[in-house]
């Protein structure tokens, strides 16, 4: 099985700007994603042995909070056929422009 690619957060700004031509995948809960996000995520909770039901067309940029649950889902999603990248660091290191912050949270 080929590595995960990572990327760094620096880079993530260059994959978001690329949009439509990716898909960008929040792991992180429901809660989290509510309070930030980077624009144009979706975003589907990690948890072992989930069915993903992403586009197979578009390569996977896959963040969490910290880049652990990212790993776990990019490797998920490589056994399955996905073109995947995943984040290093997370949306903690993040400080791009694509941010996105609830007016709740």
């Known amino acids: 099985m080929e590595q995960i690619r990572l990327i760094s ?5 260059t994959y978001v700007n690329l949009y439509p031509q ?9 809660e989290e994603y509510r309070a930030s996000h980077i624009r144009h995520a979706v975003n589907v909770p990690y948890r072992e ?3 993903w039901r992403l586009p197979r067309w578009k390569k996977v940029v896959v963040y969490c909070e910290r880049g652990s649950a990212s790993m776990m889902a990019a490797r998920e999603l490589q056994k399955l ?7 290093a660091g997370g949306i903690q290191e993040y400080r791009g422009t694509n941010l996105v912050f609830s007016e709740h949270a």
């Open 9 to 13: 957060v620096r880079e993530l700004d």
């Open 22 to 30: 990716i898909t960008l995948l929040d792991v992180r809960t429901e």
């Open 49 to 51: 042995g989930i069915v």
């Open 81 to 87: 056929g996905y073109r995947v990248v995943s984040v």
